[in-house]
């Protein structure tokens, strides 16, 4: 298998909420709702970089195309990682994230790998850590 991950799809319970977090509180770029006028189809696409798409998607939704019951959702499962040039930029990361209604789980801070980070939640539970790394040059 060649790696070509080309969308991230994090199941949410309230699309619109989700959509307002993520375009108005974030900042991210999106079209908004589309796939309305299918069942089970509504989803938001959030251009992330080159290639690469976060998708929006009802945990639902999600369940009746794959098949599987709807389950627990817990926020250990899997993290999104948001790398940054600086410890400023990820203080700066975290206040948006905080002021669109994040819940702050771990306030930035020195890791003990030398670096530099923090996680939030946001609406839907989802962890997001954003870090500053000083081995990682951040492209812009």
Same mark, same amino acid.
């Not at 940054?84 to 890791?111: H, L």
């Given at each position: ?25 974030? +900042? &991210? *770029? ?6 309305? @006028? %299918?069942?089970? $189809?509504?989803? !938001? ?5 080159s ?15 794959? +098949? &599987? *019951? ?6 250990? @499962? %899997?993290?999104? $990682?948001?790398? !940054? ?43 997001w ?12």
């Open positions: 298998m060649k790696p070509r991950i080309t969308v991230v799809t994090i199941g949410v319970d309230d699309l619109e909420e989700s959509l307002r977090f993520y375009r108005e509180g974030l +900042g &991210l *770029s999106t079209e908004g709702i589309i796939g309305k @006028e %299918f069942e089970h $189809g509504a989803v !938001v696409f959030i251009e992330l970089q290639g690469l798409r976060l998708a929006l998607w009802p945990r639902k939704s999600i369940a009746h195309d794959s +098949g &599987l *019951s709807l389950g627990a959702t817990s926020p250990t @499962e %899997f993290t999104l $990682g948001h790398n !940054v040039s600086s410890k400023a930029e990820v203080d700066a990361v975290m206040d948006q994230a905080r002021n669109a209604g994040a819940v702050i789980v771990k306030p930035a801070q020195d890791t003990f790998w030398g670096g530099y980070a923090g996680y939030f939640q946001d609406p839907d539970g989802h962890l850590e954003v870090a500053w790394n000083p081995q990682w040059t951040v492209q812009d």
